[in-house]
């Protein structure tokens, strides 16, 4: 059997923010294996469809409970596009303007 995936106790917030703003957003952190924790979808006239993949940390633990896992760290080392880690629902604003501009 599965265990139920622990997710951060900011991950409902900002999943809540970057669909706020426009942003389609699955929920991946049920996926495992280091997979990040969302992956966020955004269409812009000027440049098209943008899908990036999404880490969240929890901003209010010390910042040793913020590394990433050995599965998380394996993935980062290996995808080969962009992914973020975001601790917070400024930095999650601050990434999908990023993104909108």
């Known amino acids: 059997m599965k265990r139920a995936a622990r997710i951060d106790s900011n991950q ?3 999943v809540r923010t970057f669909r706020k703003m426009g942003f389609s957003v699955a929920v991946t952190s049920d996926k495992g294996k ?3 924790d969302i992956v966020i979808g955004y269409e812009s ?3 098209g469809k943008i899908s990036a993949l999404v880490e969240i940390k ?3 633990l010390v910042p040793s409970r913020r590394k ?3 599965d998380e760290q394996e993935f980062h080392n290996n995808w080969k596009g962009e992914i973020f880690i975001i601790e917070s ?3 999650a604003v601050e990434l999908a303007n990023k993104i909108k501009r």
């Open 12 to 14: 409902p917030e900002i």
């Open 34 to 36: 280091g997979f990040p």
């Open 45 to 47: 006239a000027t440049r």
């Open 58 to 60: 929890d901003g209010s």
């Open 68 to 70: 990433l896992t050995p």
């Open 89 to 91: 629902v400024d930095q």
